[in-house]
């Protein structure tokens, strides 16, 4: 528990319509849920949703209900579930219609309805009546009944809600949730990336297509062939509007991550993301990680009014600092293919920075290392419990061997 949200819906304006008269601009970026700080999306009955995640303040920054609903219909829900409070209430034509409200600390904690009430109002009463819950859930109720959805889940169709809905019809759409911003939040963005952009630049890297979708990303060569050292900047925007920035650093080789992508599933590690098959990662270190005496893991926040200069510095200090050295890790092949047995991480060992390692021998006409090197990781390890850590298994691992030994001859008379 502890949510607090709060969404306006409109109905008998267009979505840029609706965008405009809140000053909030389309980014074409969307998503099943409702992102930070604000999100829109076309919900059941021809209702344009506006969320903000941020709680019912932020709404209230933006939408003046009385203004909004003039020559339209508008719903606005407010969940603040720490105080255990929950409001719905319809607007016409810049006059509020009805209202339905739960507080636990006015109106003696009794639900509290006013107005000419819609005709899902019944339903939503019952299913909460069947639901056995409490009047604080009756406003979320009634919001999935008249546009399909409350908070923190996906929209909902007709199809899909309540069989004794008085709307429900199986042709309704939805669509997925789409994020919006501010014009302070679009400059945010745009200013602190062309920033970030010039130092890193400057400082011997050159920008390159996202290997990712969430992040924009930096390289540069390494001593090692076909290893590429690579700076991520993490721009994002916060819960309450603002940007926040962080970094991420990785080493990877483009080739290794190609050849592990055409071995069978069985033998890959067992990560959700699949980091060893995207893009060839090796190695990774976030800022937060990078030195117990950096301030970890918050990022840098931009607001109004920022300070681009010193975001962009509390960036380049990780850059220069801790994150230089562990990119220059390896002066030559050797050291790289060596780092291969070093534990990780307590007892274990760097799954990805081994397997890393045994492919780049393979590619780089050095079957016999890789095959001496995967032997030693596949040996019985007695002393330590859980050697392979939790992206890898021994059966995983051999799997893996396995492949490796089909696709390269050499590799396996070395094996054997």
């Known amino acids: 528990m502890g949510e607090s949200v709060g969404w306006v819906a409109v109905r008998g304006r267009t979505s840029d319509e609706v965008c405009g008269a809140l000053g909030l601009r389309r980014t074409g970026e969307r998503s099943a849920v409702a992102a ?4 829109g999306a076309m919900g059941r009955g021809g209702w344009y949703l506006v969320v903000a ?3 019912y303040e932020e ?3 933006i939408a003046d209900l009385p203004r909004l609903s003039v020559g339209c219909e508008v719903i606005s829900l407010e969940v603040e579930e720490l105080a255990g409070c929950a409001s719905i209430e319809g607007w016409v034509d810049g006059a509020q219609r009805w209202l339905v409200a739960f507080d636990p600390y006015i109106d003696d904690g009794e639900l509290r309805v006013s107005g000419e009430l819609p005709p899902q109002y019944d339903s939503a009463r019952r299913r909460c009546a069947a639901a056995a819950a409490s009047p604080f859930d009756l406003p979320m109720f009634l919001a999935e009944e008249l546009v399909g959805y409350s908070y923190d889940s996906p929209l909902t169709t ?4 309540a069989a004794d809905s008085a709307t429900a019809a199986p042709d309704d759409t939805v669509e997925p949730f789409e994020t919006l911003e501010s014009p302070v939040t679009a400059e945010l963005l745009g200013g602190v990336t062309d920033r970030l952009t010039a130092a890193l630049t400057a400082a011997g890297f050159t920008a390159v297509d996202p290997l990712d979708e969430w992040r924009c990303w930096f390289t540069r060569d390494t001593a090692v062939p076909g290893i590429t050292a690579a700076v991520a900047a993490h721009i994002r925007r916060s819960r309450f509007g603002d940007v926040e920035i962080d970094g991420y650093a990785v080493l990877f080789d483009a080739e290794v991550g190609r050849l592990v992508a055409e071995l069978p599933e069985t033998a890959w590690l067992d990560r959700e993301e699949g980091d060893d098959r995207r893009f060839g990662e090796i190695d990774d270190l976030g800022f937060a990680g990078s030195d117990r005496g950096w301030d970890p893991g918050h990022g840098f926040l931009l607001g109004r009014g920022a300070d681009f200069d010193k975001a962009v510095e509390w960036f380049m200090g990780y850059v220069r600092g801790p994150v230089a050295p562990w990119l220059a890790q390896w002066p030559d ?7 291969a047995r070093l534990r990780d991480k307590g007892m274990r ?7 890393g390692a045994v492919v780049w021998c393979l590619l780089h006409d050095q079957p016999v290392q890789a095959a001496d090197l995967m032997g030693w990781y596949l040996r019985p390890f007695r002393r330590l419990r859980d050697p392979f850590g939790a992206f890898d298994s021994h059966a995983r691992a051999t799997a893996f061997d396995l492949a490796l030994r089909e696709r390269f001859p050499d ?3 070395a094996r054997n």
Not at 36 to 39: E, H, I, R
Not at 158 to 161: C, E, I, K, N, R
Not at 333 to 339: E, G, I, L, P, T
Not at 349 to 355: E, M, T, Y
């Open 349 to 355: 060992f760097n799954a990805a920075r081994l397997r």
């Open 36 to 39: 930070p700080p604000y999100s």
């Open 53 to 55: 995640e941020g709680g």
């Open 158 to 161: 007709g199809a899909t809600a």
């Open 333 to 339: 092949a050797q050291a790289f293919v060596d780092s």
């Open 411 to 413: 590799y396996a008379r």
């Open 59 to 61: 709404i209230e920054e």
